[in-house]
């Protein structure tokens, strides 16, 4: 029997929550398709700040790097916003992302037939998005050095450096490459390389990469038209690749096509050692302890852990269906609920979708 340890971080706010679901989940996954998952619990975010002093501590750490996999929830809370930059669980993450080096974060965008009704946007916009935001998320602008603030001048002044160098770009690009190659095999590159020249190595770069693998047919375009175009025909990109800033900014555009963040997922990964996956939302506070937070978007996370980490493809294929059924039956949680549906709670609807595993 496959034997895989992951480590489960369930974080601040609504994450206690959904990991409850999402554990109940991986456990009857196992059971049903043959293979053991020793799930480890460790403390990440807000939460290990309050009893280590710090959101990200060594032994979790330490524990995540001798995983298979790691499954994340959420960290944060309006709380911490006090703090010191350094000691607010936002910075958690970004010293795990580090720690693992993961550089390539993977954001599949795509509205589930059985939820058509609940986006915010016309039906005939979003029934045709299938795609993946490939951000790189270790370099750019959020680890530029220098950074920082200048207090000495008469007008406060505070500054960071957006830079790459050619292998960072290589490498989140060869990424793009694989993903495109099973699917559609078409790359939308995102920069703005009109007006900064990292962009215009970013752009001939993935242009150098692109060109070396003949299937690939590759676009650019500049990140404000890359925005217009996701509201205006979303349906027309496949794999959009990007730099971190704008990846961040446009995988979250992206996310409201289909209706609830409540829904997305994502993978982080890195070309050897253990990835993380964990939803696209936040630790949603204004609903924490409620349990009324949807917990498909960690669930579609621990389906993407299950297909690319642990490469447990049926028990994904499975979890996924059973995920649709739940949809289609119209049971809801309450962010995608619409008055005709049947409205359950987070563990709720987690029975339910258990049920049909
Ligand atoms: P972060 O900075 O961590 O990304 P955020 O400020 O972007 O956080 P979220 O925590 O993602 O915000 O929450 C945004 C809104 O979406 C909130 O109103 C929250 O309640 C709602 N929300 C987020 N996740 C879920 C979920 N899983 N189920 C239901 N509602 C959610
Ligand atoms: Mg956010």
């Known amino acids: 029997m496959k034997k895989y340890k992951i480590v489960l971080l369930s974080g601040d706010g609504i994450g206690p929550e959904i990991s409850e679901v999402s554990k109940k989940v991986l456990k009857k ?3 049903n398709h043959n293979f053991d998952i020793e799930i480890i619990e460790k ?55 580090s720690a693992l080096n ?41 680890f530029g050095k220098p950074r920082g603030h200048i207090t000495n001048t008469k007008i ?38 009109n007006v900064l020249e990292v962009s215009q190595l970013w752009r ?74 964990e939803p696209v939302h936040g630790s949603a506070p204004d609903i924490a302890g409620k349990n009324i937070a949807n917990p498909i978007a960690m669930l579609l996370s621990a389906s993407m852990m299950l297909k690319i980490g642990l490469n447990e493809e049926e028990a994904a294929e499975n979890l996924e269906t059973a995920i649709d059924k739940v949809l289609s039956k119209g049971f809801r949680t309450a962010d995608l609920a619409d008055g005709s549906t049947e409205v359950l709670s987070c563990s709720e609807i987690g029975d339910k979708i258990i049920n049909e595993i």
């Open 204 to 277: 001939d770069t993935v242009l150098n990469i692109t060109s070396k693998d003949k299937n690939i047919s590759l676009s650019n375009m500049y990140v404000d038209n890359a925005a217009m175009q996701l509201v205006r025909d979303p349906g027309q990109f496949d794999v959009i690749l990007t730099s971190n800033l704008f990846g961040d900014i446009l995988s979250d555009l992206a996310a409201m096509l289909t209706g609830s963040i409540g829904m997305l997922p994502s993978a982080s990964l890195n070309n050897n050692g253990p990835g993380v996956f």
């Open 102 to 142: 993961l550089f390539a974060n993977i954001r599949p965008v795509k509205i589930r037939k059985s939820l058509l009704d609940a986006s915010s946007l016309k039906k005939e916009i979003v029934e045709h998005v299938d795609l993946i935001v490939v951000r790189e998320l270790i370099g750019g602008i959020y």
């Open 29 to 31: 996954l196992s059971k």
């Open 43 to 97: 403390l990440f975010g807000g939460i290990a700040y309050e009893k280590y002093g710090t959101p990200a501590p060594d032994e979790t750490l330490d524990q995540c790097k001798k995983s298979d996999a790691v499954l994340l929830a959420c960290v944060g809370d309006i709380k911490y916003d006090s703090l010191a930059r350094e000691l607010r669980p936002e910075s958690g993450l970004l010293k795990l992302r």
């Open 156 to 193: 406060p002044k505070a500054f960071n450096t957006m830079v790459y160098d050619s292998n960072e770009i290589e490498r989140i690009t060869e990424i793009a490459i694989k993903i495109a190659n099973q699917r559609n095999k078409k790359i939308c590159s995102v920069d703005k390389s």
